[in-house]
């Protein structure tokens, strides 16, 4: 195996995989994965791997995927990596950061834990963090890379709504969306959003004219789609003249894409972060981008 790093991926991102090894200079190489009829699975790396190498595995559905980690990375350092980055674009279980009951599993410091201890990097994009400052908080590994998708969803908006008013579903959203208004100088401005459940939540739109603007919806994760339906019906009632959303993460449970559309969002657009027909842009190059700096650091210790 030549010294080149690799980047190991699963079938199932193996488009994905082929577009950031390119960025990165990674040989790309895909783990044989084979499941028993109890459910158990099997997998296959290359006998021999270099000094450095990468597993990407996003972290929707995390956990089947999250025992495919487990056995991947302990079977790449028996294998011969000495330094493994993980590329998680989403990364899961990152919502439940304190015990809201007695009793309550902290799943985000549990995972975190986890991961840290199979992997010396990781990468990741928008993650979903509410009363964690820094993501190496949650998963402490020695150099944890957060990246945004922010940027590049702010370009997409100014060619295809260059007069567009950007507005976020909740005040967890300002510091975001206030990165994307500012690459283009678009208005922008936040909902209030009372969660009354997993699929119930009351938006308040904001003290802002809406009458005749184009709205686009930005939002870190879009999961059931009920906040960004109900806030899309309120939009149009209030006289804006089209509401378009755009998320990093399209997790799109059920049922929640066409009930976006159906609640009259003209166009959803998502990153590549989790495959899904709503991908209209591409993280690959900043991830690239990180992987060969992860990797230059490497070389000088």
């Known amino acids: 195996m ?13 488009e994905n995989a082929a577009r950031i090894a390119q960025a990165a200079g990674h040989q790309l190489v895909c783990i044989d994965r084979h499941r028993f009829p109890d459910g158990e699975i099997k997998l296959r790396l290359p006998p021999t791997l270099p000094d450095h190498a990468v597993i990407l595995r996003t972290l929707n559905d ?3 995927k999250l025992v495919e980690l487990l056995l991947a990375a302990q079977t790449a350092r028996d294998l011969g990596a000495r330094h493994l980055t993980l590329v998680a674009p989403y990364l899961g279980y990152m ?4 015990a809201f009951q007695p009793g309550e599993a902290i799943s985000q410091r549990i995972v975190g834990r986890f991961l840290a201890g199979l992997f010396d990097a990781m ?10 400052a820094a993501l190496q908080q949650a998963v402490p590994v ?5 990246l945004s998708a922010a940027p590049l969803l702010s370009d997409l908006i100014a060619t295809q709504r260059p007069q567009a008013l950007l507005l976020g579903p909740d005040e967890e959203s300002a510091q975001w969306l206030a990165l994307a208004a500012s690459r283009h100088g678009f208005d922008h401005a936040v909902c209030r959003k009372v969660r009354l459940g997993d699929r119930a939540v009351e938006i308040a739109l904001p003290d802002i004219p809406v009458s005749g603007r184009q709205v686009v919806l930005l939002d870190d994760v879009v999961s059931t789609g009920h906040t960004l339906a109900q806030a899309t019906r309120q939009l149009l009632a209030a006289g804006a003249a089209s509401v378009d959303v755009a998320v ?10 066409s009930m976006i559309l ?3 969002a003209r166009e959803v657009w998502s990153t590549d972060c989790v495959k899904h027909a709503s991908n209209a842009v591409s993280m690959s190059a900043p991830i690239g981008e990180a992987l060969t700096r992860i990797g230059a650091m490497t070389m000088t210790r």
Do not use: M, Y
């Open 248 to 257: 990093t993460h399209a997790l799109f449970i059920d049922d929640a894409w």
């Open 62 to 64: 995390p956990n089947e």
């Open 142 to 146: 020695a150099n944890a890379v957060v």
């Open 95 to 98: 919502r439940q950061d304190v």
């Open 123 to 132: 990468i990741t994009v928008d993650p979903h963090l509410h009363r964690v």
């Open 2 to 14: 030549p010294s080149t790093p690799v980047l190991l991926c699963f079938e199932d991102e193996q």
């Open 262 to 264: 159906k609640a009259g």
